[in-house]
């Protein structure tokens, strides 16, 4: 079992519609979860962070965490097409080395 | 603030031949790292260096060395590059304690022919 699991996609959404993209970790000890957008060619770029059971919001972004299920989502209602991207979940594990672990990424494609 | 840079963007290498990236960051963080992204594997974890004066390896170490030259700055040497290190190295940054969010630099596109 891989620590960080993301469905690798495609994921397609219409313009205006929510897309949910979903996340599960495999560390029950894990401490805190980030998502990250990366546009193709370009770095990782960290658009949310979360660290508590619940909803976390930012403008158009909701972040989900539900560490019972081990299981976190970023919700982006609204989508445009500058949504289309890879967004990657990261997690800081209980081994307190600093490192984050990375799923594969979900590819989000917007269609006008 | 320019946060995390890396120098050069792009490099063309034969085999066998030598060569560092360089990384600096302006955010006082204690931690950086590098990783490298391939299509289909995600990032990996190359080195990582905790705080100034230390280094460690991550998941994929074989082929490389790092230098922690101060606290801004980390870089990455490849001493007889392979074509299996064809990849997009990226370096980030971080505190050593929460949040742990880490900040990345823009990459190098690195092949090797």
């Known amino acids: 079992q891989k620590e960080v699991e993301q469905n690798s996609g495609p994921l397609s959404v219409p313009e205006g519609a929510i897309a949910s993209l979903n996340c599960t970790y495999s560390?029950?000890?894990?401490?805190?979860f980030f998502w990250y957008r990366q546009y193709s060619g370009k770095s990782p770029e960290l658009i949310m962070s979360?660290?508590?059971?619940g909803d976390k919001e930012d403008g158009r972004f909701t972040a989900q965490l539900n560490k019972a299920s081990q299981y976190v989502s970023l919700l982006i209602r609204d989508s445009q097409p500058s949504d289309s991207a890879t967004y990657l979940c990261a997690v800081f594990g209980s081994s307190n080395t600093g490192k984050l672990i990375f799923g594969q990424g979900t590819t989000l494609q917007v269609k006008p | 603030n320019a946060g995390v840079t890396q120098t050069p963007k792009f490099q063309v290498l034969k085999t066998g031949q030598s060569m560092t990236l360089q990384c600096a960051q302006d955010m006082n963080h204690n931690s950086m790292y590098w990783y490298r992204q391939d299509p289909g594997m995600g990032l990996r974890l190359i080195y990582y260096s905790a705080s100034e004066g230390t280094t460690d390896k991550g998941e994929v170490p074989n082929g490389y060395n790092v230098s922690r030259l101060n606290k801004r700055e980390f870089s990455l040497r490849l001493e007889s590059a392979a074509p299996s290190q064809t990849s997009v190295y990226f370096c980030?940054?971080?505190?050593?304690?929460?949040?742990?969010?880490?900040?990345f630099g823009p990459g190098t596109r690195l092949t090797v022919t």
């Open positions: 980030a940054s971080s505190e050593w304690t929460a949040p742990y969010e880490q900040y």
């Open positions: 560390d029950r000890g894990s401490q805190s």
């Open positions: 979360i660290y508590s059971n």
